[in-house]
């Protein structure tokens, strides 16, 4: 019954590439995929899918870069910073302000290198700020690759840091995303707020996605929007539709980032899925803490994946001290005794879903899973006695459904959690409910502070369970 604890992988970066992998999938069946990978028992490695993202991502356009290009006596000039032989050239007549035909110019070499030398012989006469065919300048390019000084000198000859790629992506962009500091710190003062807003995309996104503290600290300095969403069409190109910076610094398990932005107001409820879901798959107790103490919706519900009960309590039941610690916190467990159906006929369970159905679902409505539906699938059943016992701690005079009836008596130990169930209810349990529910899920960590003697605070946060 142990937590999974999530290790720390590498993530799809934002780029245009990966679109048509997940274009073609519904919301639901998207929202479904991540529940899935989300309830599997064991850490699953990429997909096809993902695996062929990820080689789109890593690969490069070979008819762009240096690399990939025939000998050429300029390049290697370039390459090997040697400017008397492009001082040789120009004195021979050669136009080193001449692009070739992907648009890059020897100025757009030397950036990519890292020679601010050959920059700076080369820039006479050339316009800094022309872009290849694939919308990179030279500002792009020595970004991408960290070359800080030429970074330096570009923006002191009036380099524009306002010229997006081809992915609509600015040079403050990329640089948050290689998580260098100095380059960032150079580029915050002259990057327009209004272009990284139309880019879809925050730098804060980027840096809390690969993990760059330091950067995430600069651009919250700068007081860039903490609960900037990413654009519609740049959120489909992840399985779990995140949206805010937060979530990437939560599925990353990176606690020190998640509290940064919580302090500078990060909202932990705007998510498709709630990044306190991502808490409890991960098993971190401190991430969880931290989103329940900055207003993170205890109760949380998944909007297109719709169940009768909290989907907190969905994530947390491989782990009975997890969906303790969440009950304890004020989860709601009564809506799963609720059941449609009571102590009436059931329908037959619905067979497992699968993303890659024949039938379209687009003019389908989701059904509401119901809690013994849910418990009664086979990788749940198991623990369904177990998962009921902890719940009945935490409401009162409620009835067994048939379907949880029927799972119950067909195990012999779990004869004890029926009679538990049948009502009515101890008072003194009764009472207990009755006083959290006053005092209200979001104020429940206050019962500390209750004029009341301290075993009857210890039995109220349950803390004694005799």
Known sequence: MATQISTRGSQCTIGQEEYSLYSSLSEDELVQMAIEQSLADKTRGPTTAEATASACTNRQPA???PWTRPADPLIKAIKDGDEEALKTMIKEGKNLAEPNKEGWLPLHEAAYYGQVGCLKVLQRGADI????????????????????????????QGADANKTNKDGLLPLHIASKKGNYRIVQMLLPVTSRTRIRRSGVSPLHLAAERNHDE?????????????????????????DRRSSALYFAVVNNNVYATELLLQHGADPNR?????????????????????????????????????????????AM??????????????????????????????????????????????????VVQFCEFVSAPEVSRWAGPIIDVLLDYVG??????????????????????????PPRPLAHLC???????????????????????????????????
């Open 63 to 65: 008819h762009f870069y």
């Open 129 to 156: 700020n022309t872009q290849a065919s694939d919308n990179a300048s030279a500002l792009y390019e020595a970004c991408k690759n960290e070359h800080e000084e030429v970074v330096e000198f570009l923006l002191s």
């Open 215 to 239: 950067v995430l600290e600069a651009l919250l300095s700068a007081r860039f929007d903490v609960n900037t969403p990413l654009a519609p069409e740049r959120a489909r190109l992840y399985e």
């Open 271 to 315: 998510d498709v899925i709630s990044p306190l879901l991502v808490a409890i798959r991960h098993g971190c107790l401190r991430t969880m803490q931290l989103l329940l103490d900055h207003g993170a919706n205890i109760d949380a519900y998944i909007a297109t994946h719709p169940t009768a009960f909290p989907a907190t309590i969905m994530f």
């Open 318 to 367: 491989k782990c009975l001290s997890l969906l303790k610690f969440l009950m304890d916190l004020g989860c709601d467990g009564e809506p799963c005794f609720s059941c449609l159906y009571g102590n009436g006929p059931h329908p037959p369970a619905p067979q497992p879903s699968s993303r890659f159905n024949d039938a379209p679902a687009a003019d389908k409505e989701p059904s």
């Open 397 to 422: 005079n409620v009835q067994l459904c048939s379907r949880l009836k029927e799972h119950i008596d067909s195990f012999e130990d779990w004869a004890v959690i029926k009679e538990k169930a049948e």
């Open 432 to 466: 207990r409910l009755r006083v959290r529910k006053a005092i209200g899920k979001y104020r429940i960590k206050l019962l500390d502070t209750l004029p009341l003697p301290g075993r009857l605070i210890r039995y109220l946060k349950y803390e004694n369970t005799q």
